[in-house]
């Protein structure tokens, strides 16, 4: 996760919101026989997901997500951009070459004029403007040819060309004024929207109708670990990031313009807190959204769901809270728990204890090889995963804290979004997963020293502030 999630709340507003049918409740309150927990082994229901998995397996183009984020190319001859792959919204836009300040001359910016296949938009047209959480952009339209190259095969767009995926026509924003906070200090240009084709600025709308893939459908990983990489894979999936034998189950989108999901309740330690039970239909629209760090939900509603989870700051109570599970209405209207354990729900980090350390400094720099020197002294931090934003429609939102615990399929064609448990590299030799020891030992916190000074070893971890519960939420676009 990146700097990104302290500093934007937001989430697209121009979409609306649908419900389930009356007839799709099937389930009465309490009764838990006809309730499906994603992980339970189903032999009917877990053919079904095996079946589905074996026709989606095989991408066009896989593309590595390092904090949700990765490069891509716009334009002939093409320009690099890095851009945060984002499921909740239609949009997509770059800093452009007409913006002047230090905010976007500091990011890659598209010239127009360094690109034979720009195509204007109404050019009489006023610019338009988009509001994040902390901040705006105003854009100027355009269209031009997006490149996806595989990260296997065409790393860096330097390989096979054959496995490149060319996106004709793509509308996108050239931003013309970014404000300072926070777009100048964030990781990334912009952002790449893969709202449903229905939202007509989305790379799944243009890819849907240039015919560019056989199947309208891509699937999403995303590493427990932020120096590992993630992935998405357009035109299928990637069976080596789901768990053997897990389920699938699928999920019907209920607005044809975003991946919105009729969650029915959240569960602690299994029992229900009736949070949608007010709801028309007892549904709480649910947004599934890549570009958001938390699981959210709008006041009134979430908080009963906080009262449940009271995490301290240190991670000394992580192993005592209670699991959460959230229950969806799948595309047969049976209902699916997929629980989260408190290690899945947290957010942890590592913070330098103050007055610890000695090291010599030139200006910022350390002097190394000093004969004095010792590495500042580190401790955990936990902060949790949950959190509040109230946006139009009163909408929770379905972020990465859920999505890295169950790999994500959308399909387009069907309308429809599926969940599998994922798999990360290190869960096949973990000895009690789900409730660790909060507490380091001697040798993590060596390494965690290790890892947070670069002048003990080269850089490869970054401190991020998470939120706590009660802020407003954060989002990465």
Same mark, same amino acid.
């Given at each position: 996760?990146?700097?990104?999630?302290?500093? @934007?709340?937001?989430?697209?507003?121009?979409?609306?919101?649908?419900?389930?049918?009356?007839?799709?409740?099937?389930?009465?309150?309490?009764?838990?026989?006809?309730?499906?927990? $994603?992980?339970?082994?189903?032999?009917?229901?877990?053919?079904?997901?095996?079946? +589905?998995?074996?026709? %989606?397996?095989?991408?066009?183009?896989?593309?590595?997500?390092?904090? =949700?984020?990765?490069?891509?190319?716009?334009?002939?001859?093409?320009?690099?951009?890095?851009?945060?792959?984002?499921?909740?919204?239609?949009?997509?836009?770059?800093?452009?070459?007409?913006?002047?300040?230090?905010?976007?001359?500091?990011?890659?910016?598209?010239?127009?004029?360094?690109?034979?296949?720009?195509?204007?938009?109404?050019?009489?047209?006023?610019?338009?403007?988009?509001?994040?959480?902390?901040?705006?952009?105003?854009?100027?339209?355009?269209?031009?040819?997006?490149?996806?190259?595989?990260?296997?095969?065409?790393?860096?767009?330097?390989?096979?060309? $054959?496995?490149?995926?060319?996106?004709?026509?793509?509308?996108?924003?050239?931003?013309?004024?970014?404000?300072?906070?926070?777009?100048?200090? %964030?990781?990334?240009?912009?952002?790449?929207? @893969?709202?449903?084709?229905?939202?007509?600025?989305?790379?799944?709308?243009?890819?849907?109708?240039?015919?560019?893939?056989?199947?309208?459908?891509?699937?999403?990983?995303?590493?427990?670990?932020?120096?590992?990489?993630?992935?998405?894979?357009?035109?299928?999936?990637? #069976?080596?990031?789901?768990?053997?034998?897990?389920?699938?189950?699928?999920?019907?989108i209920q607005n044809d313009q975003e991946w919105s999901l009729a969650m029915k309740d959240i569960l602690v330690d299994g029992k229900p807190l009736h949070i949608c039970d007010d709801r028309p239909?007892?549904?709480?629209?649910?947004?599934?959204?890549?570009?958001?760090?938390?699981?959210?939900?709008?006041?009134?509603?979430?908080?009963?769901?906080?009262?449940?989870?009271?995490?301290?700051?240190?991670?000394?109570?992580?192993?005592?809270?209670?699991?959460?599970?959230?229950?969806?209405?799948?595309?047969?209207?049976?209902?699916? +728990?997929?629980?989260?354990?408190?290690?899945?729900?947290? @957010?942890?980090?590592?913070?330098?204890?103050?007055?610890?350390? =000695?090291?010599?400094?030139?200006?910022?720099?350390?002097?190394?090889?000093?004969?004095?020197?010792?590495?500042?002294?580190?401790?955990?931090?936990?902060?949790?995963?949950?959190?509040?934003?109230?946006?139009?429609?009163?909408?929770?939102?379905?972020? +990465?804290?859920?999505?890295?615990?169950?790999?994500?399929?959308?399909?387009?064609?069907?309308?429809?979004?599926?969940?599998?448990?994922?798999?990360?590299?290190?869960?096949?030799?973990?000895?009690?997963?789900?409730?660790?020891? $909060?507490?380091?030992?001697?040798? @993590?916190?060596?390494?965690?020293?290790?890892?947070?000074?670069?002048?003990?070893?080269?850089?490869?971890?970054?401190?991020?502030?998470?939120?706590?519960?009660? #802020?407003?939420?954060?989002?990465?676009?």
């Amino acid at each position: 996760m990146g700097l990104a999630q302290e500093l @934007l709340a937001h989430l697209p507003t121009h979409l609306h919101t649908h419900f389930l049918d009356s007839h799709e409740d099937q389930v009465q309150e309490g009764d838990d026989s006809a309730v499906h927990q $994603a992980g339970d082994q189903d032999p009917s229901s877990s053919l079904r997901g095996m079946e +589905d998995l074996k026709k %989606l397996e095989g991408g066009t183009v896989r593309v590595d997500l390092l904090n =949700n984020n990765n490069s891509q190319l716009l334009g002939n001859p093409p320009q690099r951009f890095t851009a945060v792959f984002d499921t909740g919204s239609g949009i997509t836009w770059v800093p452009g070459s007409q913006c002047k300040s230090d905010t976007c001359s500091e990011h890659h910016q598209f010239s127009v004029d360094g690109s034979k296949s720009f195509e204007e938009l109404e050019p009489q047209r006023a610019d338009g403007t988009i509001h994040y959480g902390t901040g705006q952009v105003e854009y100027a339209d355009g269209r031009d040819t997006l490149t996806f190259c595989d990260s296997h095969s065409d790393p860096g767009c330097h390989g096979v060309q $054959a496995k490149r995926l060319k996106v004709q026509s793509q509308p996108f924003g050239m931003s013309t004024n970014q404000t300072d906070y926070p777009f100048r200090i %964030l990781p990334f240009d912009g952002i790449l929207g @893969l709202a449903p084709s229905a939202s007509g600025g989305s790379v799944v709308h243009a890819l849907k109708n240039s015919h560019a893939l056989d199947r309208n459908v891509f699937g999403v990983y995303l590493s427990e670990d932020t120096h590992r990489s993630g992935s998405i894979s357009f035109g299928g999936i990637e #069976r080596a990031h789901i768990a053997p034998k897990s389920p699938l189950t699928w999920h019907k989108i209920q607005n044809d313009q975003e991946w919105s999901l009729a969650m029915k309740d959240i569960l602690v330690d299994g029992k229900p807190l009736h949070i949608c039970d007010d709801r028309p239909d007892g549904v709480c629209p649910a947004v599934v959204d890549t570009g958001s760090s938390l699981i959210t939900g709008p006041s009134g509603e979430v908080e009963k769901l906080l009262s449940k989870v009271r995490l301290k700051d240190d991670c000394s109570n992580l192993a005592k809270l209670p699991n959460v599970s959230i229950r969806i209405a799948d595309k047969d209207g049976v209902l699916t +728990d997929y629980p989260l354990t408190p290690q899945e729900y947290t @957010l942890k980090s590592l913070d330098e204890v103050p007055q610890t350390g =000695n090291s010599e400094y030139l200006k910022e720099f350390p002097v190394l090889g000093g004969s004095g020197d010792t590495v500042p002294e580190v401790r955990p931090r936990c902060d949790p995963g949950l959190g509040v934003m109230d946006v139009p429609g009163r909408k929770w939102v379905i972020g +990465d804290t859920f999505l890295r615990r169950y790999y994500s399929i959308y399909d387009d064609d069907r309308g429809l979004v599926g969940f599998a448990k994922s798999i990360h590299p290190d869960e096949a030799t973990a000895s009690s997963p789900g409730r660790e020891d $909060a507490t380091m030992s001697p040798e @993590l916190k060596k390494e965690a020293q290790a890892m947070l000074f670069p002048w003990a070893l080269p850089p490869c971890w970054r401190r991020s502030k998470q939120a706590r519960p009660g #802020r407003a939420s954060q989002h990465f676009f």
